[in-house]
């Protein structure tokens, strides 16, 4: 199991969750298929972590890359959802992003 700490921090509202993952769920992964994806795709693809704790939802257009990112409440209760969205250029900041987070997943926990 890997788990680690993701804060959300707004103006009124801070949030903190920790999402429990096997050795990452491949969400390095995810992210290096969107990197070489680069020249686009139809519709979203998506991505959760072992508990649904966070999720990810990738969509192309034309010169950007959209990420929505979602924090959620565990099941069964699921009583709350925080989302935020981030703008990438395809290939080359997709790419690091890809790395970053390889890098990251890799590791050694404190």
Do not use: Y
């Amino acid at each position: 199991m890997r788990d680690f700490l993701v804060t959300a921090q707004g103006e009124s509202a801070r949030i903190e969750v920790v999402v429990r993952t096997w050795d990452g769920d491949g969400l390095d992964a995810f992210l290096a298929e969107l990197a070489e994806g680069f020249r686009g795709w139809n519709g979203t693809r998506t991505w959760r972590s072992l508990e649904g704790d966070l999720t990810l939802a990738a969509e192309h257009a034309e010169s950007h890359v959209r990420l929505t990112w979602g924090l959620h409440d565990r099941l069964p209760d699921d009583e709350w959802r925080f989302e935020m969205t981030t703008i990438h250029a395809p290939g080359e900041d997709m790419r690091s992003l890809a790395i970053e987070m390889r890098t990251f997943l890799e590791s050694d926990p404190l």
